[in-house]
């Protein structure tokens, strides 16, 4: 019954949200997140704990302040997937302003394939759309298996009438078709700041001990793809702007795991930098932290 019910309102959200006026919708979204702030549910009190690690001499009164911004943060994330299907690809053009574009330019044009790995600041989806639309380039990337199945059916519906193509991360066959994609020249987008499986390798993050996904340092290791790392951050609606780093190289010397631990780590420093420029945008609502995840009884 709760998979169905968090299916439909999807659906509600997705049918009629982007049949709102945006006005209407951006102050929707701004209503259910100050709603859900206010209920200091656990969803919010993980945000405040994870921004504490962010802004360590931030108080209650600040904590408080950045949490609120970050459920309008995320709320206005979705309010714009919810619409993102409407949007023209010059309006993302005007409304998406990504810094040092020229690094993937510059590495498709070179023929060689390029990894962009992200981690879950601002939207997106939209920063997806505007590689599609705005550079008319066409890209793969990875969606976890959601339940039920007809949600999972709808995120991936969702994304490829948006230009995606979309693996599921589970069945194994991912990496290969990453790989193979990447090897033709191709594009690869992946959500990278947060694995909590035994395969995701260990990296200081603010300080402290979490587990970032392998796959990103190891495609580009086997490919010999260009990985990217990309920050983005909200500026007034609807301008979303976005940074793209110079690119993390492969180590000359090392075993292969100790070349994927140093790129990995790379790229959780560049995150760390967007993040901490912009933590209101930072939409991380779960455990992440090794030290948080040992709270919960085995």
Request: charged share 25%; proline share 6%.
């Amino acid at each position: 019954m709760r998979e169905r019910l968090t299916d439909g309102l999807y659906g509600l959200g997705w049918s009629t949200v982007k049949k709102l006026p945006e006005p209407a919708a951006a102050a929707l979204g701004r209503t259910i997140a100050d709603i859900a702030w206010k209920r200091r549910g656990k969803s919010v009190l993980r945000l405040e704990s994870n921004l504490a690690r962010v802004v360590p001499d931030a108080g209650p009164e600040r904590l408080a302040e950045l949490s609120k911004a970050g459920m309008r943060s995320y709320m206005r994330y979705w309010m714009e997937s919810f619409r993102l299907p409407t949007w023209s690809a010059e309006r993302v053009t005007d409304n998406v302003q990504i810094k040092d574009s020229h690094y993937l330019t510059d590495g498709l044009a070179s023929g060689r394939g390029v990894i962009l790995a992200l981690p879950h600041l601002a939207n997106w989806d939209l920063a997806g759309v505007w590689v599609t639309r705005s550079l008319g380039v066409p890209f793969t990337t990875v969606a976890e298996r959601l339940k039920p199945e007809t949600l999972y059916d709808r995120f991936v519906a969702y994304r490829e009438s948006l230009g995606m193509e979309v693996l599921p991360h589970t069945g194994g066959s991912a990496f290969g078709t990453l790989a193979r994609r990447l090897r033709s020249g191709g594009l690869v987008c992946l959500v990278a700041d947060r694995d909590l499986s035994a395969s995701g390798v260990e990296v200081k993050y603010f300080g402290e001990s979490a587990r970032m996904p392998a796959g990103p340092a190891m495609l580009a290791q086997q490919t010999g793809a260009l990985l990217l790392p990309v920050t983005l951050w909200y500026d007034e609606a609807p301008l979303m702007r976005g940074q793209i780093h110079p690119p993390v190289e492969v180590p000359e010397t090392g075993t292969k795991d100790e070349k994927t631990s140093l790129m990995t780590q790379a790229l959780a420093d560049a995150y760390a930098t967007g993040i901490a420029e912009h933590p209101e945008d930072w939409h991380m609502l779960q455990r992440l932290w090794l030290a948080d995840l040992e709270e919960r009884p085995l």
